[in-house]
C-alpha cells in the first residue's frame, strides 16, 4: 500500500509541475514583478528603483484617481445587478424549456463565445451609433407617425437622434451585453438541480407563484446567484476594451486610466500601484461578501 502511494504520488507530482511552473512562471513571478514597481519610482525612461516608497499608494487615493475607482465600482455594481434581473429570468426559462429546447437556448447563451470581443464591441457600436439602426428604426416610426398625424393637420417636430454613444450609458449597456452569458450560465447550473418537487410541495401548501419565487427558488439557487455575482462583477470592474470604445471621455474606468500610465504617460509604479489598490478592494470586496455569507448560513442553522 505504501509503495502505490509513493508511485501515486510520483504521478501526481509528474502531472501537476508544467501546470504549476507555468501559473509561476507566467502569471504569480510576473505579478510579483509588477507589486515590486508600484513601490518604486522612475530613475529614467527605462530604469524603476524600488526603494519601498509609498508615494505612489498616496497618489492614487487622491480625489480624482479614487473617484474613477469608486465610479468603476459602480458601473460594475449596476452591471451586475442588470445581469442578474434579466439573466434570472432567462435561465429560468431554459430550465423549465424541453430538452431540444433547452439545448438550442444554450447554444444561444455561448454564441456569443464564439465571436471575438472586439468585434462584438464594434457591432454594438453600429446598433448605438447616430446613424445606427436604433435611431433608424425609431426615425422610421417616428415619420411614419408624423405622416400620419399630418393627415389631421398636426404634423410632429422632425425627429432627434438619441446619443447613445460614447457616454455612461453605452458603457453600462456593453458592459451588461458582455458579461451577460457569464451570469446566465452559472444560474442555470444551480436552477437545472433544483427539486421541481419542492415547487409542487409549495404550490400545494398554499403559496402563490411569487412567495414560492421568493421563498424557495432564490434560496436554492443561491449558490448560482453568487458565483453569478463573482463573474460578472468583478471583470466588469477591471473592464478596458467595452469603455475605451463605447465611452466619452467622462466615461472612463480605471483600468483605462491604468492602461496610459503603462503606454502614454510611462509611469509604471504608479500604474501598478493604481492596479494593485484594485486588486485589493476587490479583495475586500469578496471577504467581506464571504464573511455575509457565512453569518448568514450560521443564522439559518
Known amino acids: ?130 446613424e445606427g439602426y436604433i435611431n433608424f428604426t ?48 452559472p444560474l442555470y447550473a444551480a436552477l437545472d438541480r433544483l427539486d421541481r418537487s419542492l415547487l409542487e410541495a409549495s404550490l400545494d401548501l398554499g403559496a402563490g407563484h411569487l412567495t414560492t419565487f421568493r421563498r424557495v427558488v432564490i434560496p436554492l439557487a443561491m449558490p448560482g446567484i453568487v458565483s453569478g455575482v463573482l463573474v460578472t462583477l468583478i471583470p466588469s470592474i477591471g473592464a478596458y476594451l467595452t469603455p475605451d470604445l463605447l465611452g466619452g471621455p467622462s466615461s472612463q474606468m480605471i483600468a483605462n486610466v491604468i492602461e496610459r500610465q503603462f503606454k502614454t504617460a510611462n509611469d509604471w509604479p504608479f500604474g501598478a500601484a493604481l492596479s494593485f489598490l484594485l486588486m485589493y478592494m476587490t479583495f475586500l470586496a469578496i471577504a467581506v461578501q464571504a464573511i455575509v455569507s457565512r453569518g448568514r448560513r450560521e443564522r439559518d442553522r
Open 1 to 130: 500500500m505504501d509503495e502505490s502511494w509513493r508511485k501515486a504520488k510520483g504521478v501526481f507530482a509528474a502531472l501537476a509541475t508544467p501546470p504549476v511552473f507555468w501559473l509561476a512562471a507566467f502569471f504569480l513571478i510576473p505579478l510579483a514583478v509588477i507589486w515590486g514597481y508600484s513601490f518604486g519610482e522612475n530613475k529614467s525612461l527605462t530604469e524603476i528603483a524600488v526603494n519601498g516608497t509609498f508615494s505612489n499608494y498616496v497618489h492614487a487615493i487622491k480625489p480624482l484617481y479614487l473617484g474613477i475607482i469608486l465610479k468603476s465600482f459602480w458601473f460594475a455594481l449596476l452591471t451586475t445587478v442588470l445581469c442578474l434581473m434579466v439573466g434570472f429570468p432567462v435561465a429560468i426559462a431554459i430550465t423549465f424549456a424541453s430538452e431540444k429546447a433547452k439545448a438550442w437556448l444554450l447554444l444561444l447563451i455561448m454564441l456569443p463565445f464564439w465571436t471575438n470581443l472586439l468585434i462584438r464591441t464594434y457591432a454594438l457600436m453600429a446598433v448605438l451609433r447616430t
Open 138 to 185: 425609431l426615425a422610421f416610426l417616428w415619420n411614419g407617425l408624423g405622416d400620419l398625424t399630418a393627415l389631421f393637420g398636426h404634423p410632429l417636430a422632425p425627429f432627434v437622434p438619441l446619443q447613445l454613444l460614447h457616454n455612461n450609458f453605452a458603457v453600462v449597456f456593453g458592459l451588461v451585453y458582455v458579461q451577460l452569458p457569464f451570469m446566465v450560465l
